[in-house]
């Protein structure tokens, strides 16, 4: 812990009016107005995030964690205050909650900075928000705890066990193949998502939510509680308690988050099978604090770490299994010996001594033994080549193992809106051997770099009974999706990268194995076609607000993604 002779509670911060006596005068006649006495202004403040919003059905059950929270800080002897920051649902966002990331995490850290508190409690869960969350607190630094939403439930469709969102797109892909109808796939609608919550498979969230009680930022046992189930108010009862422990300790996210700390979550990403989404997050949050999740050190760790959890899309089942199965905890003993145990937490113990308190193994069937694991390693690799100087991802533990050693032609859609228009064209001339190549989806030619890297089948090939085949582009794909698909190629075509100079025709060739991604096209036609190249017109409305601050600092994937002036230098 490091020493704070900072002033305490409503002193913190006060605002600049020339006199200081005044400025804490006027804010507690204020604050007075919401009805606080004077002993309740003495004591530790705790800030509560709020990211309830109308659109966020993954923040659903927020009101009733933000009352469990104050309940844990009241009994513990603090004053618990929210505050509302801003809130982004993947569904609900455009162009995506990615161009919006960055505004969040902004937003969060002014706030936090902005108002006086002693410690603060984030609350997230839907899939940027979480990231966002972390990035804004760690580049704050208060004394930071963490706690999620939680997983929705399964639904059932017509005795079939589905859930958000590995079979939204499984059920669509159906649809669009011509085996749901349209009445159909609308009574799909009604059961994929039954409750509140965030999706229930190993999506962006459940991943992010997983990585973070891995990295010590939450406490134990609370990743995978899912929504509904009242050991969720539990947990936040004793996160809100925790949360005026960690303000009398002065205990910021910079005295427990090390270097470690990241290993340990990247370590927890490719033994849950976890989104690729989480590589560019892991990379922006450590990068908050000068901290390492490079595409190295992933596909390093990677090599070396077995896949373990048995839920879609890597493998069948639901994080409300998980949660049966133990949550986190057996899967950190499967690969306990490959941890930073020493590593501090947020409980005031390090991570091996909150492993060694959790509850006794139990017989189950969703976390497998390290000795029999749904894959010896490699869930995701880091690829570069003559398309990908700068890297690219694929979760080889989703892949099609046939299309792991692979070449073939490029069908090439320039944009989005290509793809739209084209993709079902009965006159699109592909096959199943080709590749298929989408542009300008990366983080500036987008903007906001989508999930649209999880490219549908040509319809002509669906309606065949072609489940997969290898797609590539500079965009990212969600974490509940699955296929031979490889993303964030990086330089993004946006910014010069040679996936902007692919052609229809060209030869791409991808060995897993070797971890490369090449264009087998000359040196000498590359050259002829970069001379001859001509960079897209700049977006509609990119001259002004936040288009502009993000179009003119946003990095690559392999950097998070996140604004250059955010950054350590």
Request: proline share 6%; glycine share 10%; charged share 25%.
């Amino acid at each position: 812990m490091s020493e704070n002779n900072d002033p305490k509670g409503m002193k913190r911060g006060l605002t600049r009016y020339g006199d200081e006596a005044f400025s804490l005068f006027l804010r507690k006649a204020f604050i007075k107005a919401m009805g606080y006495t004077e002993d309740a202004l003495s004591r530790p403040i705790v800030g509560i995030v709020d990211t309830y919003s109308g659109y966020n059905a993954c923040h659903a059950n927020v009101p009733d964690i933000i009352e469990a929270v104050k309940r844990g800080v009241m009994l513990a002897g603090g004053l618990p205050v929210t505050f509302p920051v801003i809130s982004i649902h993947e569904s609900f966002a455009y162009p995506t909650s990615m161009f919006l990331r960055n505004l969040m995490s902004m937003d969060v850290e002014e706030m936090i900075k902005a108002q006086p508190m002693d410690s603060v409690v984030l609350i997230g869960g839907c899939d940027k928000t979480v990231p966002a969350l972390l990035m804004g607190a760690f580049s704050a630094d208060c004394p930071t705890i963490l706690e999620v939403t939680g997983p929705m439930m399964a639904g059932n469709l017509r005795g079939e066990r589905i859930g958000a969102c590995t079979d939204c797109r499984r059920l669509w892909g159906m649809h669009r193949a011509g085996e749901i109808d349209a009445a159909g796939i609308e009574a799909a609608s009604e059961k994929l998502v039954p409750s509140a919550g965030t999706c229930g498979v190993m999506g962006t969230a459940s991943t992010m939510a997983l990585m973070s009680e891995a990295m010590g930022i939450m406490l134990p046992e609370g990743a995978a509680i899912p929504a509904v189930m009242s050991d969720r108010m539990r947990h936040a009862e004793e996160t809100g308690s925790r949360a005026v422990s960690i303000a009398a300790e002065n205990l910021k996210p910079s005295d427990i988050i090390t270097q470690d700390s990241i290993n340990n979550a990247l370590r927890t990403l490719q033994a849950i099978g976890g989104s690729t989404n989480a590589i560019v997050h892991i990379a922006a949050v450590a990068g908050r604090l000068g901290l390492d999740a490079s595409l190295n050190r992933l596909d390093a760790i990677g090599k070396e770490t077995p896949v373990l959890v048995d839920l879609k899309p890597a493998g069948k089942n639901y994080m409300e299994d998980l949660y049966r199965a133990g949550g986190l905890a057996p899967v950190l003993r499967e690969i306990e010996s490959s941890l930073a145990l020493d590593a501090k937490t947020v409980t005031g113990k390090t991570l091996g001594e909150n492993l060694a308190a959790s509850p006794a193994a139990w017989a189950q069937e969703i976390v497998k033994p390290a000795s029999a694991p749904l894959a010896k390693n490699e869930g995701m690799i880091a690829l570069r080549g003559s398309l990908a100087p700068n890297g690219a991802v694929l979760k080889k533990a989703a892949a099609s193992p046939d299309l792991l050693q692979f070449e073939g032609r490029a069908v090439v859609f320039e944009d989005l809106e290509d793809l739209a228009e084209r993709i079902d064209s009965e006159d699109l001339d592909v096959t199943k051997d080709d590749v298929i190549v989408l542009k300008h989806a990366g983080p500036k030619g987008a903007p906001g770099m989508p999930e649209a890297g999880y490219i549908p089948i040509p319809i002509k090939l669906a309606r065949k009974g072609v489940k997969d085949m290898l797609r590539l582009s500079d965009a990212r794909m969600s974490g509940t999706a699955f296929g031979t698909i490889i993303l964030h190629i990086s330089p993004e075509s946006a910014d010069g990268g040679p996936l902007a100079l692919v052609e229809n025709g060209d030869i791409i060739k991808l060995d897993a194995d070797a971890r490369t991604l090449d264009l087998c096209v000359s040196d000498e036609e590359m050259a002829a076609r970069r001379a001859r190249y001509t960079p897209r017109p700049p977006h509609a409305g990119s001259d002004r607000g936040y288009l502009k601050l993000y179009l003119d600092t946003v990095t690559q994937a392999e950097d998070g993604c996140d604004f250059d002036f955010l950054i350590p230098k």
